[in-house]
C-alpha cells in the first residue's frame, strides 16, 4: 500500500514545490487559454513586429488590469466576435471588386465554457496584474458628455470610426468594437491605454492619439455614455 | 513583486527599437495599413467602405508620383492633417521608427512605381 501511494506523494510534493496542484486554475487557464492568447509577456525586444505575426488572438497577460471580471465571465460562457474581420494578422477577408470585406462566417468561434469554468478562469484572469500601476497612475473620474456632442468626437473629431464601431451600423471593422467597450474594459484601462497605447502593446495597431488627457476622458465618457444606453 | 512591475513596465516604456530593420515595408505595410488601403494597396480596405474619405489607392502611379518621399514619410509619421488632408489617416510617428517609416515608403514606391504591373 504505502509502496503504491508513493509516486503519488512524490506528485504531490513536486506539485507543492511548483506551486499549485494538478487541476489549479493556472493550469486549467493554460491549457484552455494559452494555445491562442500570452499569459506571460512577451519578448518583445527580441522578436520585433514578427511578434504580432505570431498571435492568434489578444494577448491576456494583463488581463485582470484590462476587463472587467463580470464581463468576462459572461463572455466566457456567451462569446461574441469582439473584431468584426478578426483579428491580426487572422484577419478574415473576402477579396471582393468592391475592396476587402470582412468575412464574419470565416471568424473562429471562441471556446465557451461552463458558469462554474469561465467563474474560475475569469477569476484567475483578474489575477493578472502586471500593470496595476498604470491603472492607479491614471486620472481619469467618470463624467457626462451629450451624446450628440460625443458622436461628433468620436467620429468626425478624432476619427475614431475608421477602425471602431460606436454602433453596430457605424464604423470600420479592423478594430475592436467598442459599443460594448464600457462594460467590457475598466474605465482606468481605457483611459490609460487611450493615452498611451504603446505602454499596453508595443505591437498595438492602434496609433498614439495625439490628444490631452482632457480630450482622452471626454471619449471615455462617450464610451460610458453609449455602453450605458446599449 | 513590486519590483517586477517596476521592471515589466519600465521595459514596455522603453520604444521599441529591436527588429524595425527585421520587419520589411511590405510587413509593415500588411501590419499598419492594409485595414483602410486594402491588402492589394488599391484604397479599398475592409474599412474602406464605412469611411466618410476614402484612403488613398497606393497603385495609382500618376497620383502616388505627385508626392515626394518626404511628403510620405511626413504623412506616416504625423498624419493627414500633417499636409491638410484627412485626420482619418492617424500619426504613426509613436508606434513606428523613422527607419521604419523609410521602409514603408520604399514599399510604396514599389506599389505605385514597380515596372511591372502598374505601368
Known sequence: MQAKCLPTLVALCLSAIAGYSHGAPADKVAELCGSCHALERPDYETQGREERFSRKAPPLYFAGNKYRREWLAGFLQEPYPLHPSGYFPERKLRDTPEGDMPDENALAAHLQLSESDAAEVADYLMSLQPYAELITQDSYSEGKVALRMGTLDFRKFKGCDACHQDSTDNGGFSGPILYDAWNRLQPHYISAFLKNPLQWDPNTIMPVPQMNEQAVHKLVDYLKAIGETE | MKAITVAAISALLSPLSHGADDASGERLYTMYCTQCHGMHGNGLGVNSSRMSVQPRSHIEREEMMARSDEELFKVI??????????????????????????????????????ESGNE
Do not use: F
Open chain 2, 77 to 114: 509619421q504625423q498624419g493627414g492633417k500633417s499636409i491638410d488632408k484627412s485626420n482619418l489617416m492617424p500619426a504613426w510617428g509613436d508606434n513606428l521608427s523613422e527607419e521604419e517609416i523609410s521602409a514603408l515608403v520604399a514599399h510604396l514606391r514599389q506599389l505605385c512605381c514597380k
